[in-house]
């Protein structure tokens, strides 16, 4: 019996757009948007860093700005680095039907500059039971800790839980773990899923 669902939260409760928060710090660089790119999500592993909590806040802001030869201002960077967030009106709506009925988890890769301006924020973030995110728990999916993470928060069994991710990698090692992982695409198909588990959707 499905007791809990567990959310990712990027491009499942809100999506998210890199670019735009590399089009704004472009503006304070003599470097295009393609090579800040390259420079901070392929070069480097500073956002990985950030978020498994190797490196503070502070120093994830020195090293880019560096890195890049940015000149702005930390205030203006948390708001474009922030600021990259749309959120999903249907999972929102999802998750609010779902409270009643199910425990609710959220599970995510995430830093503490997102999860502080950004999900903290969102008008479910207070449906949640449970919180697991990277940054505190110092690792990262798919690694197996951060999901056993949220199911100690949960207390519950793994085959009583249901996680929902974008990335099929990180659904699938919560399935790797007897969770019922699925791997969402759109919200009809998330919707069609959970009720192949049994869930109560209406």
Same mark, same amino acid.
């Given at each position: ?7 990712? %939260?990027? !491009? ?7 670019? *735009?928060?590399?089009?704004? =710090? ?12 390259? *420079? ?5 592993? *500073? ?6 909590? $190797? ?14 030869? $940015? ?20 999972? &929102? ?13 959220? $599970?995510? !890769? ?24 990277? %940054? ?11 999901? &056993?993470?949220? *199911?100690?928060?949960?207390? $519950? ?5 249901? %996680? ?29 899923? &959970?009720?192949?588990?049994?869930? !109560? =959707?209406?």
């Amino acid at each position: 019996m499905i007791k809990a669902i567990i959310f990712d %939260y990027g !491009n499942v409760i809100s999506a998210l757009d890199n670019n *735009l928060f590399l089009k704004e =710090i472009a503006g304070c660089s003599e470097k295009t948007v393609s090579e800040l790119h390259e *420079l901070i999500y392929v070069q480097s592993d *500073l956002p990985g860093q950030y978020e498994t909590g $190797l490196i503070t806040s502070d120093e994830f802001f020195a090293l880019t700005k560096k890195l890049c030869g $940015l000149s702005i201002s930390q205030t203006d960077f948390i708001g474009a680095f922030t600021g990259i967030f749309t959120p999903i009106p249907s999972t &929102l709506a999802l998750i609010e039907r779902l409270k009643p009925d199910y425990m609710l988890g959220l $599970l995510s !890769n995430t830093n503490e500059w997102d999860f502080k301006y950004e999900i903290e924020k969102i008008r479910v973030f207070d449906l949640f039971d449970t919180v697991t995110v990277s %940054y505190r728990v110092k690792a990262m999916k798919p690694d197996r800790k951060i999901y &056993l993470d949220a *199911l100690n928060k949960l207390g $519950l069994k793994p085959e009583e839980c249901i %996680y929902i991710d974008d990335i099929k990698e990180y659904s699938d090692a919560a399935s790797a773990i007897g969770i019922r992982g699925i791997h969402y695409i759109d919200h009809n198909s998330l919707l069609e899923s &959970l009720a192949s588990l049994g869930c !109560n =959707i209406q």
